[in-house]
């Protein structure tokens, strides 16, 4: 009994030093080699800063698919210096410094509009999304499904 009470006793103080961890990684900022790692082959449900909700499937050709209230789109990702893209066949797109919030959201910042190329990220988020395979752990949680 002692020995199954030992085994659960450290089983329950790795979990509590994993979930330490995962707390640490919010506001951090997506290392550049990780950025294509977690999002190709995923769908991201997210909201903008505005409140509007969107999802987008990142393919792991590259290829990206859009989708919000007012229609879809179709278009390219990548990695680049450091920031996660996405530009679309018929509407605008930008790049983005990625953050993660939790285990399960990252949080989008355009560059400063400084025009350096080492420009930071804006102090205001542009966007936040999760894998919807997962629960999402995003400050503000999604009220309607896409």
């Known amino acids: 009994m002692q020995r199954v009470f030992g085994r659960l006793s450290a089983i329950l103080v790795a979990l509590g030093v994993g979930l330490a961890a995962q707390a640490?990684?919010?506001?951090?900022?997506v290392p550049e080699a990780e950025?294509?790692?977690l999002f190709s082959g995923v769908t991201l449900d997210g909201i903008y800063n505005n409140g509007a909700f969107f999802?987008?499937?990142?393919?792991?050709?590259?290829?990206?698919r859009y989708h919000d209230i007012d229609g879809?789109?179709?278009g390219q990702w990548s990695v680049r210096d450091g920031k996660f893209c996405t530009f679309y066949d018929s509407q605008e797109g930008a790049c983005f410094?990625?953050?993660?919030?939790?285990?399960?959201?990252?949080?989008?910042f355009v560059p400063e509009e400084t025009g350096s190329p080492d420009a930071g990220p804006a102090k205001d988020w542009?966007?936040?999304?999760?894998?919807?395979?997962?629960?999402?752990?995003?400050?503000?949680?999604?009220?309607i499904q896409l």
Do not use: L, M, Q
């Not at 999402?136 to 999604?142: D, F, I, Q």
């Open 24 to 29: 640490a990684h919010a506001g951090a900022r």
């Open 97 to 108: 410094f990625v953050e993660r919030d939790g285990a399960n959201c990252f949080t989008f």
């Open 126 to 143: 542009t966007s936040r999304g999760w894998d919807r395979r997962k629960p999402s752990t995003c400050p503000t949680a999604p009220e």
């Open 72 to 74: 879809s789109d179709s």
């Open 55 to 64: 999802s987008e499937t990142y393919s792991e050709d590259g290829s990206v």
């Open 35 to 37: 950025i294509a790692a």
